[in-house]
Nanobody
Framework: QVQLVESGGGLVQAGGSLRLSCATSINIFTINTMGWYRQAPGKQRELVAT???????NYADSVKGRFTISRDNAKNTMHLQMNSLKPEDTAVYYC??????????????WGQGTQVTVSS
């Protein structure tokens, strides 16, 4: 079982910044892909950004140029630096990990979520 614990959410004014962190309970090198997703009230969960074990990144068009995803392998932690925040970024942000186990296949793991609220 993989545990993911998010931190760093909060309330910020439009134009401000926040840094989310996701700590993993396993060696981060064993995780194929990690990512951040978000879900706003009344909306479906959507991808924000992903990062692979080779540090290949992918971003939603809505956050490109404002958000940066990174991995700290020494601390088994992933981060999301969010700059120039907008009210439409308000959502619960979830950490995700995709893990491949040779004996049983692919597994998806989710954190409990952290609230990000951007005031106008």
């Amino acid at each position: 079982q993989v545990q993911l614990v998010e931190s760093g959410g909060g309330l910020v004014q439009a134009g401000g910044s926040l840094r989310l962190s996701c700590a993993t309970s396993i060696n981060i090198f064993t995780i194929n892909t990690m990512g951040w997703y978000r879900q706003a009230p009344g909306k479906q969960r959507e991808l924000v950004a992903t990062i692979t074990g080779t540090d290949s990144t992918n971003y939603a068009d809505s956050v490109k140029g404002r958000f940066t995803i990174s991995r700290d392998n020494a601390k088994n932690t992933m981060h999301l630096q969010m700059n120039s925040l907008k009210p439409e970024d308000t959502a619960v942000y979830y950490c995700h990990a995709l893990v491949f186990r040779a004996d049983s296949g692919w597994f998806n793991y989710w954190g409990q979520g952290t609230q990000v609220t951007v005031s106008s």
